[in-house]
């Protein structure tokens, strides 16, 4: 409020904790591998209380092509130009992940009717950069938009990025400097304060597109290690090493610019590493939290992994949460000591793991007994948590239950057929404990043109898991 001449986002993150509470958020809506031949698209929910229009999606912004999958989301500008006045957070960078297409979406003429401002064709992608399946995108401080891909145009795999130009959208071609390039990506995180970028590593395209095969981890064709950029060179300098079939997916580095460590999340190992400098300046890794998996009868393996899909940090970097897709909790986590976290919080929301359903769990060193279904305004809800995005405030966490179309056909059937859906859990800040909010519920299965899977949250102001602060 001091600022003069303020650009988009807060000047801190405890600023940012004291912004306004959201009343809209959007998400991307994916028909690939749901049997419907209809565009992906963008929705805008009313998350507002006060609305007459709560819980609804208000608007639906259809692509103009099929089987994209939409997937993560960013901003054209964000808390890395606070101090630039001519920035503005009015485009949302809407990759697609197999298609390759890059969508620019205006949000900044109507925030709650948005429009296509731009499509990046692939092959711009494929021409300039020799990459494709972009999918972490996060604006920096320069202007310009920096984006992580999976792999090349052949679909296998490569750690590679692209660069957007912040005002005309034009691939300016790679970020990265050298031949040096890890043989695989997902997400990332940058901490120009320690002069790092951070990777993580999900499989190769062509592997994972259609479905997840565990012979494919022994054969390596999924991560395993957090990648060490040199921000100011763009030069990939170092591997952390978490353990083969790890595959590290969400990385996210605590909020405060000067924080030399963050957290980590392995879908497969169910571990969270917490990775950090060192005294001689390079960057190591420590596990922290282990769900250990369950011994089970009735599913593909003996062996269900919790399959930790998303993690987040609140924004004064005190708590830590994250999802088990397969085992259907989300928990939360007291980080004040972030090489010993407190489990403060946790509550189940589906799962393979539910009672009267397929699955008998036969040994667990965890739960005494199978978790019940969970059932919300008389709905079953199928799948399980996977999303997750925080308000300002740290009060609302808000979930969706689809990782991605091909794996969610392979392991919730249901939900394909059903639809996700969006809910909301209400968080205690200062004991911690999580609690589902009864009266929220967004069903995609309701959609007008049939069952879709709602993936990723943004809020319009911006939100703990796209802002970076330089």
């Not at 995005?389 to 808000?398: E, V």
Request: charged share 25%; net charge negative.
């Amino acid at each position: 409020a001091k600022c003069r001449a303020c650009g988009p986002g807060y000047a801190t993150p405890l600023d940012a904790m004291k912004g306004p509470r959201e009343e809209i958020v959007y998400l991307p809506c994916i028909y690939r591998n749901t049997g419907i031949e209809k565009p992906d698209y963008l929705a805008t929910v009313d998350v507002d209380p006060k609305s007459p229009h709560y819980c609804q999606v208000i608007h639906r912004l259809p692509m103009p092509n099929l089987k994209d999958e939409l997937h993560h989301s960013g901003w054209n500008a964000c808390s890395s130009c606070f101090g630039d006045a001519t920035k503005k957070r009015n485009r949302l960078i809407l990759p697609s992940l197999i298609s390759s297409r890059i969508y620019v979406v205006d949000v900044g003429t109507d925030l709650r009717a948005p429009r296509i401002h731009k499509v990046v064709e692939p092959v711009e992608l494929f021409w300039k950069g020799n990459v494709a399946n972009p999918h972490t995108s996060h604006c920096l401080g320069s202007g310009d938009i920096l984006i992580s891909c999976l792999g090349d145009p052949s679909g296998n795999g490569k750690g590679g990025f692209i660069l957007l130009d912040g005002e005309t959208f034009e691939v300016k071609g790679n970020w990265e400097n050298g031949e040096k390039v890890p043989p695989l990506g997902y997400d990332f995180w940058y901490q120009p304060r320690h002069n790092v970028l951070m990777s993580t590593e999900w499989g190769a395209p062509k592997v994972l597109a259609d479905g997840f095969n565990p012979a494919d981890v022994a054969r390596g064709h999924y991560g395993s290690r957090i990648n060490v950029w040199d921000w100011s060179t763009h030069t990939y300098i170092q591997a952390v090493d978490l353990g083969q079939g790890s595959i590290p997916l969400e990385i996210r580095f605590l909020h405060n610019p000067d924080a030399a460590e963050g957290f980590v999340g392995c879908a497969l190992s169910g571990a969270v590493h917490r990775f950090y400098k060192t005294e001689k300046g390079d960057w190591a890794a420590e596990k922290v939290i282990e769900v250990p998996s369950k011994k089970v009868q009735g599913w593909v393996l003996p062996d269900m992994p919790g399959l930790i899909t998303d993690i987040l940090i609140s924004l004064d970097d005190r708590f830590l949460y994250f999802s088990n897709w397969l085992h259907g909790d989300i928990r939360q986590y007291d980080i004040s000591n972030t090489r010993q976290p407190k489990l403060v919080g946790q509550v189940f929301l589906g799962g393979s793991i539910t009672k009267g359903g397929p699955v008998t769990v036969v040994e667990d060193k965890e739960l005494q007994c199978q978790p019940e279904p969970f059932v919300i305004k008389g709905k079953r809800v199928p799948g399980g948590p996977q999303m997750i995005q925080l308000s300002l405030d740290g009060k609302r966490l808000y979930v969706t239950s689809s990782l991605y179309s091909g794996w969610d056909k392979q392991f919730y059937p249901d939900l394909v057929k059903e639809g996700s859906v969006m809910l909301q859990i209400d968080v205690d800040t200062e004991r911690g404990g999580l609690k589902v909010n009864k009266n929220f519920l967004v069903d995609f299965g309701k959609e007008p043109d049939g069952p879709v899977l709602a993936h990723e949250i943004r809020y319009p102001g911006g939100d703990c898991t796209s802002d970076i602060w330089m």
